[in-house]
T-cell receptor, first 113, second 111 residues
Framework: SAVISQKPSRDICQRGTSLTIQCQVD?????MFWYRQQPGQSLTLIAT?????????ESGFVIDKFPISRPNLTFSTLTVSNMSPEDSSIYLC??????????FGSGTRLTVV | QKEVEQNSGPLSVPEGAIASLNCTYS??????FFWYRQYSGKSPELIMS????GDKEDGRFTAQLNKASQYVSLLIRDSQPSDSATYLC???????????FGKGNQVVVIP
């Protein structure tokens, strides 16, 4: 299965600022998925990122708040913009190189103060 | 109706016993089903996938799928303290490449 390097692993940020999270995959993948896991909750998909095209956002998530870049087939970034305490969550990237084996990065634990 | 539902509360089982977890899903066209284990503070780890009706066994884990009832379950035999974690049911809806997750069930194995 693919190996994903995600960073930072955690951060504490001031409200109103932005944080960019990076995911690097050890193989080329068509799609990368960005999830949010709020405290005590399950995973919610934020968006799907395809190389060379705009990311597709799920209901309730917008590009201005969560801009995504996908410059090549092994790398993607998610930015959490103009943060508020409600953005405090774990953010996870995921890939599925085989079509049936979704792997997750180690996650970014974000605290907004 | 939620895409994936896991309604049971925390499950406490004695060491060596069988832990049974259940999951229902709403999209009748779904074809791929997964169980993930998530330790506290860690990311989800895939432990089982199942695509056909019936049982699939992998070591101490057995996944069961009933598409007619839109029901997936996971059995953990000979439960060990290291099995204490949250177990997430995930379904790949028809025509989708993403996964929809249930809220998870916490399992606590008591030595």
């Amino acid at each position: 299965s693919a190996v994903i390097s995600q960073k930072p692993s955690r951060d504490i940020c001031q409200r109103g600022t932005s944080l960019t999270i990076q995911c690097q995959v050890d193989s080329q993948v068509t799609m990368m998925f960005w999830y949010r896991q709020q405290p005590g909750q399950s995973l919610t998909l934020i968006a799907t990122a395809n190389q060379g095209s705009e990311a597709t956002y799920e209901s309730g998530f917008v590009i201005d708040k969560f801009p995504i870049s996908r410059p090549n087939l092994t790398f993607s970034t998610l930015t959490v913009s103009n943060m508020s305490p409600e953005d405090s969550s774990i953010y996870l990237c995921s890939v599925d190189p085989t079509g049936e084996s979704y792997t997750f990065g180690s996650g970014t634990r974000l605290t907004v103060v | 109706q939620k895409e994936v539902e896991q309604n049971s509360g925390p499950l406490s089982v004695p060491e060596g016993a069988i832990a049974s977890l259940n999951c229902t899903y709403s999209d009748r066209g779904s074809q791929s089903f997964f169980w993930y284990r998530q330790y506290s503070g860690k990311s989800p780890e895939l432990i089982m996938s199942i695509y056909s009706n019936g049982d699939k066994e992998d070591g101490r884990f057995t996944a069961q799928l009933n598409k007619a009832s839109q029901y997936v379950s996971l059995l953990i035999r000979d439960s060990q303290p290291s099995d204490s974690a949250t177990y997430l049911c995930a379904v790949k809806p028809e025509g989708n490449n993403r996964l929809a997750f249930g809220k998870g069930n916490q399992v606590v194995v008591i030595p």
